[in-house]
């Protein structure tokens, strides 16, 4: 009980899971160097008594003990502008804990129809809160032949499914991609990864294990190698995450952990919940890329003194554009909330989604305009070892000077946090990121079709054509 040191998470993982990376199983991947990055990143979320960031990574309970404030449930516009604040300050092994924001954000929905189900979501977020726990977003599923539906797969286990049910629990089989951070969580959250029908109950299913229970495999993938230099990759050498195919090979999970069992008006409901909270937190981190995009564009044409040409200023104003949108989309969402019958206040679903397609849609494009300043040196620039090796670094210090104020190291630095976020290990798990996190951009379009009020656009728009006279209520219905 109670919150973790860093090193109380780390020996927290030493619990026989089943961890494979590179055609190789990992027994302890506390000790192996592939892990060395990401838990770091992770246990670093353990410092609470840090003078800068400790305050703000806990909270108090209602039972008065501390808790990490990824599991604090947002009562009002304050709480819900601390936790952006807090996720802009979490690794991302961390903050897939929020998983457990979206199921509580629907345990009213659910309670509606199964009520002991309910009961275990309330009791499974305690649980991992009270012991400061970790939890991964388990959504997507392998899919198979995407023009057919879950059941009618040439193999069934293709959408992860039930494959029995006794008196103590549910049995399923399956796959789930793309996790973040499986490996380095504690319990795993499944969720279902779209809606079901009614010939597809076995498939409407959610829960949540522990990593190490009998039947689970997890296959790891990173974008960066196990040790990186970190002058070269100022961004992967610290912030590399490995992603997990997780496996369930007849996994038994009890009652008490089922939190759908093929009540299959819920599921849209479920996968809908989490995918509020993935692109609240991919916006998050649109927001803090978005401003560094702006600030190495404008080094970069500083450092070449071509900070006032018209071309390279205009240039930089798309990029000021882009972050400016993303910041006061996030700013909009946050301060127009929308609150649950319970009083769970979360951000607005409309601006979430309107904002998140527009990060993904011009994301590629945003680069682009930095790729356009900075010039071919993004991908061309020596490494650091030629650098410090005489006579290669004399002829980098000569060939790379521009003005007397810029120090060579310093550019360097810069063109290389460029090709790092955009041209190599992190950059190329960011372009897939930016678009497929939290769902592609069709998932953006069906919410934002589903939570703008077309009635009132229509009837606002037969007014303007003269169709219609000014009037009320009347008036939608007949838009209607």
Not at 220 to 244: C, K, T, V, W
């Amino acid at each position: 009980m109670g919150l973790k040191t860093p090193q109380q998470y780390v020996e927290s993982l030493r619990d026989g899971r089943v961890t494979y990376w590179d055609g190789e199983r990992i027994d302890d991947i506390t000790t192996h160097p592939r892990f060395k990055v990401p838990i770091a990143l992770t246990a670093a979320d353990c410092e609470y008594d840090a003078p800068d960031l400790g305050a703000l990574r806990r909270y108090r309970t209602e039972a008065g003990d501390d808790a990490h404030r990824i599991y604090q449930i947002p009562m009002n516009e304050g709480d819900l502008a601390t936790r952006v604040e807090m996720l802009r300050n979490t690794s991302i092994g961390t903050a897939v804990s929020g998983v457990y924001m979206a199921l509580m954000s629907v345990k009213d929905d659910v309670a509606q129809v199964n009520p002991q189900c309910a009961a275990n979501i309330e009791r499974m977020y305690r649980y991992c809160r009270d012991n400061d726990l970790r939890a991964a977003e388990v959504i997507t599923d392998a899919k198979g032949d995407r023009k057919r539906r879950a059941h009618e797969q040439d193999d069934p286990d293709l959408y992860v499914r039930i494959v029995d049910r006794n008196k103590d629990g549910i049995v399923v089989r399956g796959a789930k991609l793309h996790i973040t951070a499986a490996s380095l969580v504690h319990e795993l959250v499944v969720m279902p990864t779209k809606g079901m029908r009614q010939d597809e109950k076995d498939y409407a299913v959610s829960f949540s294990i522990p990593v190490n229970t009998k039947g689970v495999s997890i296959i790891n993938r990173s974008f960066a190698p196990a040790e990186l230099n970190a002058f070269d990759y100022p961004a992967s050498a610290h912030h590399s995450m490995p992603e997990g195919f997780v496996v369930f090979d007849d996994v038994f999970v009890p009652w008490d952990r089922v939190f759908l069992a093929g009540e299959v008006q819920l599921a849209s409901r479920l996968a809908q919940s989490l995918g509020l909270w993935e692109r609240t937190g991919g916006l998050i981190e649109a927001v803090r890329m978005s401003e560094l995009f702006v600030g190495l564009a404008q080094l970069v044409s500083e450092h070449q003194g071509k900070d006032k040409d018209p071309t390279v200023m205009n240039t930089i104003a798309e990029l000021i554009t882009y972050a400016e949108m993303l910041r006061m989309s996030l700013d909009y969402a946050c301060r127009h909330y929308e609150r649950t019958p319970s009083g769970m206040v979360h951000p607005n679903i409309l601006a979430i989604n309107a904002a998140k397609y527009y990060y993904a849609a011009n994301y590629h494009q945003t680069v682009r305009h930095l790729h356009d300043v900075s010039g071919g040196l993004v991908l061309t620039l020596p490494l650091e070892s030629d650098l410090r090796h005489e006579p290669s670094g004399s002829y980098l210090r000569k060939y790379l000077h521009t003005k007397k104020d810029v120090d060579v190291e310093t550019r360097m630095r810069v063109y290389n946090l460029i090709r790092d976020l955009t041209a190599d290990a992190y950059g190329g798990w960011q372009f897939v990121v930016a678009l497929q996190a939290g769902g592609g951009l069709t998932a953006q379009r069906i919410m934002m079709h589903r939570t703008y009020d077309l009635a009132r656009a229509k009837e606002r728009a037969l007014i303007a054509a003269g169709a219609l006279p000014r009037g009320g209520d009347a008036t939608r219905k007949a838009a209607e």
